[in-house]
């Protein structure tokens, strides 16, 4: 079956770089169509849209966090990290990835998630 | 401030129908399918309603999705007091270039 799971650290220190982890399995980074978006929910707020990358790459970001993030994939390990780099204490949120259906025109969704993971940004 | 609009709250009682819209323009929800994910406090979202209107294996067919130009639709029918949860409606925007999700909408059965 389809699964997904976040790592990474629970608290960072403002100005500090993020880095997490979502590993997947049941299903391959290289399927056509699929790719691994993040998307993170502060506390008692609404969903929120972070990045994406495809089965061909192609990534795209949140036109205002565009600066901060990167999004890159490991095939061979099953993986797909974004960083997200100087933390403020507004970052805190949980982070989820998901498996993103895409691949033809005007198709977009998140069929797969992952549990996800509480970050604390402070000091 | 959301790219998609939606109500806050709704409420109904239960075995009644309640519906919940999503509001966006030409470049999202006018151009692009929608999806609906129903959220439980401390869990994930789970996906409800994709392509407008198709539901996954194992979601009760009570939940049903329609879209009308750029506004889309949630439909609940014989509400349960394990309904309540929050739900969401999401997309792709073609102009902005990013996925976009509702503000989110509290479901309540009274």
């Known amino acids: 079956q389809v699964t997904l799971k976040e790592s990474g650290p629970v608290l960072v220190e403002p100005t500090e770089t993020l880095t997490l982890t979502c590993t997947v399995s049941?299903?391959?980074?290289?399927?056509?169509?699929?790719?691994v978006s993040w998307i993170r929910q502060p506390p008692g707020k609404a969903l929120e849209w972070l990045a994406h990358i495809f089965w061909n790459d192609e990534e795209s970001f949140s036109t205002s966090l565009k600066s901060r993030l990167t999004i890159s994939r490991d095939t061979s390990k099953s993986q797909v990290v974004l960083t997200m780099a100087n933390m403020d204490p507004v970052d805190t949120a949980t982070y989820y990835c998901?498996?993103?259906?895409?691949?033809?025109?005007?198709?977009?969704?998140?069929?797969?998630w992952g549990q996800g993971t509480l970050v604390t940004v402070s000091s | 401030q959301s790219v998609l609009t939606q109500p806050p709250s709704v409420s109904a009682a239960p075995g009644q129908k309640v519906t919940i819209s999503c509001s966006g323009s030409?470049?999202?929800?006018?151009?692009?399918?929608v999806s609906w994910y129903q959220q439980f406090p401390r869990t994930a979202p789970k996906l409800l309603i994709y392509?407008?209107?198709k539901r996954p294996s194992g979601i009760p067919d009570r939940f049903s999705g329609s879209k009308s130009g750029t506004s889309a639709t949630l439909g609940i029918t014989g509400l349960q007091t394990g309904d309540e949860a929050d739900y969401y409606c999401?997309?792709?925007?073609?102009?902005?270039?990013?996925?976009?999700f509702g503000g989110g909408t509290k479901l309540t059965v009274l």
């Open positions: 049941g299903f391959s980074l290289s399927s056509a169509g699929m790719g």
């Open positions: 999401g997309t792709w925007d073609n102009s902005l270039s990013v996925g976009v």
């Open positions: 030409r470049s999202n929800i006018g151009n692009n399918y």
């Open positions: 998901a498996r993103l259906v895409g691949g033809r025109s005007g198709l977009y969704y998140f069929d797969y």
């Open positions: 392509e407008n209107n």
